[in-house]
């Protein structure tokens, strides 16, 4: 089966510890994309990668980081200085045909930090 | 920036009714795109319209451009109570969501 996949669904964690969540696609998508939703919000992107070994800040970067060792995988680390980490953290994948960019979202990794 | 702007916030319809969501943007845009989300999931593709389109049809679902406006809607008919969800307009590569449309549809 082709898809995207995260793992896990729920995560807890302490405050002053970093958390790396996982997202990994076998859909042979060049770019691979990060969000954040709060409650009741919409989606911010917090980082993109259109190619292996290359991403860029979206619009809420600080306190994350991002790797892009691999086509297939695009891991997302939540660092104790991100002030505000609990939340639903989505990742998503797409080709780069042309202009057409219709995003295949995984199912989500719900984060929380006390 | 933020694109994609929905309105309502909030819908809420009998089954078999038509619900129709709108979604404003602030840049020139090569396409828009509506998601769907049921809660606590990721988001699901639902259509595409290129902005030399005006009009595309996907089942019960229609959507119409506008880009003098820098306008789009989205219109689902005969709607039914799995369509519960919230709706979410997206352009660009980079694709910026807004809050979204929650919609609901009492049986």
């Known amino acids: 089966d082709g898809g995207i996949t995260q793992s896990p669904k729920y995560l807890f964690r302490k405050e002053g510890q970093n958390v790396t969540l996982s997202c990994e696609q076998n859909?042979?998508?060049?770019?691979m994309y990060w969000y954040r939703q709060d409650p009741g919000q919409g989606l911010r992107l917090i980082y993109y990668?259109?190619?292996?070994?290359?991403?860029q800040k979206g619009d809420i970067a600080e306190g994350y980081s991002v790797s892009r060792e691999k086509k297939e995988s695009f891991p997302l680390t939540v660092t104790s200085a991100q002030k505000n980490p609990t939340a639903f953290y989505l990742c998503?994948?797409?080709?780069?045909?042309?202009?057409?960019?219709?995003?295949?979202f995984g199912p989500g990794t719900r984060l929380t930090v006390t | 920036s933020q694109q994609g702007e929905e309105d309502p916030q909030a819908l809420s319809i009998q089954e078999g009714e038509n619900a129709t969501m709108n979604c404003s943007y602030k840049?020139?845009?090569?396409?828009l795109q509506w998601y769907r989300q049921n809660s606590g999931r990721g988001l699901v593709h639902l259509i595409l319209?290129?902005?030399?389109?005006r009009e595309k049809h996907s089942g019960r679902l229609r959507v119409t451009l506008d880009t003098s406006k820098k306008s789009s809607s989205l219109l689902i008919t005969a709607s039914r109570a799995a369509d519960t969800a919230s709706y979410f307009c997206?352009?660009?590569?980079?694709?910026?969501f807004g809050e979204g449309t929650q919609l609901t549809v009492n049986p």
């Open positions: 998503a994948s797409s080709t780069r045909s042309g202009k057409v960019y219709e995003q295949y």
């Open positions: 859909l042979n998508h060049d770019a």
């Open positions: 990668s259109q190619i292996v070994n290359d991403f």
């Open positions: 840049t020139s845009i090569n396409n």
């Open positions: 319209i290129r902005s030399n389109e």
């Open positions: 997206a352009t660009d590569a980079k694709l910026t």
